[in-house]
Structure formats: C-alpha cells, structure tokens
C-alpha cells in the first residue's frame, strides 16, 4: 500500500501552501510542534505507546485514553494509570469524560492541580457504557447542557480545554458545528472533529464534508479533524479538503508506528516512503514492551497483546510469531519471540493487519 499515492511532495522550488504547514501551532498558551497528533485510543494510547511514537519522531500533541472524571477524582488505581506520564511524554492532555458537569468541571481542576497542562473533554465516544452513563456523545444530544458543561469548565481553570467530538447523534441531529460556534465563544481552545455521527460508531467512512463545516463555523481556533486516517496521503488530504489546521490520527498510529516520522518527511521534502530497517522494526517491538513493562510489569504480557494483530504486517512479523505474541505469558517468552523474527523478519505472506481482518473474542485486555 502507497502512503503517498497521488501526492507530490514538496520541494524547494515548490513551497507548501500555508494551509498545510506542518506547525508550530497553538492551543490556548500552548505550542504544539507539529501539526499531527495522536488520537486517544481506549485500551491503547497509554503511555509507553506514547512514549516509544515520540521516540520515532514526528509526533506534535499526544491525548490519553478517555478517563472517567469521578473515577479519576476518586484516586481510582486504573484511572491514575491512565494518566501517567514522564518528562518525555510531552506536550500532552488528558481526556475525560462524565454527564454530570460539576464532575467534569472537578477533574479539569484535580488536573490542573497536579501540574497537567492541558484537559480534553470527550464527547465523541459511541460506547454504550459511555453514553449511557450521560457521557461521550450523548453530550451532543443536549447543546445547552454541553455548552453549560464547556463553560463552567473553561472558566473554572487557566490551562486550556479542548472538545474532541462527533458530528452529531445521527444523520438528522447534526449539532456539530453549532456547537463548535458556542464551545469558541465560551473560550475552548480546539475542537477535534471525527467525522462521523454516533450512530456510524466506526462504520462507513468518515465524511471530510461534516469536519469542513466545523472548520468554516468557527472563527479563530484550531479544529483538528480525525477519522480514516491511516497514510500520509489520506492525512494531507483531509487537510487540503476541509481546511483543518491539524489532524489526529489513532489506529493509523498502530498500522504503522512511523506515521509521524513519514509526515515530518513528506513537508520537508523527503522520502515518506521510506521502510524502517528490520534492525528498526524489531528495536521498536522491543522498546515498546520495556517501556510497557517499567509501569505495569509482568501484566504488560496480557497488555501487550492486543497490538500484535496490528504490528504484525508493518514489522515484517511471521504469522506463527504474530500468533504466539498474542498469547505469551513471559518477558523470557517475549524475548524469544523477539529473537526470532530478528531471525525470520520478513518471512510473511499476509500483507494486510491481522486486526483489520478479524476480531479475536473476549476481553480487549487479552486479545
């Protein structure tokens, strides 16, 4: 699969347009780097994933997994695992959620208090045990009690608050850019768009045309589209289409960890092509799982699984291998299962990610 296929990139002679710089950018008082930034991702952007993205390059502002604000309050053990985090893994935000406002609007000020410079409320989330709770999406069913939360929040902290959403519950409630409108004017910072409806969950493709009106709604700040977004190409076009001064990327980030490094290389001019050495490819799986196991330990083998279905094709992994990193039980294991593909790398017929092809049942933690 091309990443670049249909663009051309930029050259000396043939300057970017400033629609597509590739940063620095504000946010609030913030300076992000770049303009690409990785997407919260439930169960995956935790922060030894962040950690060894930012160690390949490219990567502007990051965003934890989606945190309960009553359960983050409370000190739960799970949620402070959440938001951990480490001099490197920076700039960051953390990303709540709760349908009750007075809550969202304590965990925005636990967070300042602790020192974190940055807080995202989500209102994008499609999950019944997010939305039923009054939470994610559902937000967006009522706009007075989502911009009552917005308010209240922005007012009760000096760091900035940013809004990740959706277009709407369905096709036929659309809130999305009205919202966008009030959210600027009670003093958010960005808006980060997925395009689609809560309806769609993660079905269909996303509509570049429902970001573009979000963009065109509001007057001044960043609005940071996201959704199918798994090559270059398919993030400079959704730049060039809609007018979106960022974009976030999530599964795009675990189908090819050097995603940010190859949009740093495409605005400088320079092969976004390029493969990692095999060398590279196994440094990384390795890295991934030290920096996993410094926080979690021996349950970084149950919590490293689940990447494997999506590491597989891009690090070159043997399918028998990929099948046995899905399953192992030990770091001795997985230093084994290293050592052979440095050994094997390469010798795989499917190209495409296990992930996209199937579902393993059971629990997310033990795929």
Wanted: hydrophobic share 45%.
């Amino acid at each position: 699969m091309s990443l670049t296929a249909g663009l051309t990139a930029p050259t000396a002679d043939s300057a970017v347009p400033a629609l597509l710089e590739n940063g620095p950018i504000a946010i609030g008082a913030r300076t992000i780097p770049t303009r690409y930034f990785l997407a919260p991702l439930a169960g995956y952007t935790h922060l030894a994933f962040r950690r060894v993205l930012r160690e390949l390059g490219g990567l502007g502002l990051a965003t934890t997994d989606l945190v309960h604000a009553t359960m983050l309050v409370s000190g739960k053990r799970k949620s402070l695992e959440l938001i951990e985090t480490h001099p490197a893994d920076t700039p960051l935000s953390v990303q709540i959620y709760s349908g009750v406002r007075e809550h969202v609007v304590t965990a925005a000020k636990w967070l300042e208090d602790r020192g974190y410079r940055g807080v995202d409320i989500n209102m994008g989330c499609p999950m019944a045990k997010v939305t039923g709770s009054g939470g994610g999406a559902r937000l967006m069913c009522d706009p007075d009690g989502a911009c009552r939360l917005v308010a209240d929040t922005v007012a009760a902290v000096k760091i900035p608050v940013t809004v990740k959403m959706r277009l709407g519950w369905d096709r036929n409630t659309i809130t999305a850019p009205a919202l966008a409108r009030e959210f600027e004017a009670a003093g958010v910072a960005a808006i980060t768009i997925h395009g689609r409806t809560r309806s769609q969950g993660f079905r269909g493709t996303v509509d570049l045309d429902g970001i573009r009106d979000v963009v065109a709604a509001v007057d001044a700040i960043p609005v940071i589209g996201n959704g199918d977004v798994v090559t270059v190409a398919d993030a400079i076009r959704m730049r060039e289409y809609t007018g979106c001064d960022a974009v976030a990327i999530g599964r795009g980030a675990l189908l090819d960890p050097w995603m940010f490094r190859r949009l740093g290389a495409w605005h400088e001019g320079a092969d976004a092509e390029f493969t990692p050495t095999p060398e590279d490819q196994v440094r990384f799986l390795r890295r991934h799982l030290e920096l996993m196991w410094e926080q979690h330990g021996d349950y970084s083998c149950l919590m490293f699984r689940k990447f494997a279905a999506w590491y597989g094709a891009r690090l070159g992994i043997p399918e028998d291998l990929e099948d046995r990193l899905r399953r192992f039980t030990s770091r001795e294991e997985f230093d084994g299962i290293a050592a052979e593909v440095a050994e094997r790398h390469g010798q795989r017929e499917m190209t495409v990610a296990t992930a996209l092809i199937r579902v393993p049942n059971g629990p997310v933690e033990h795929w």
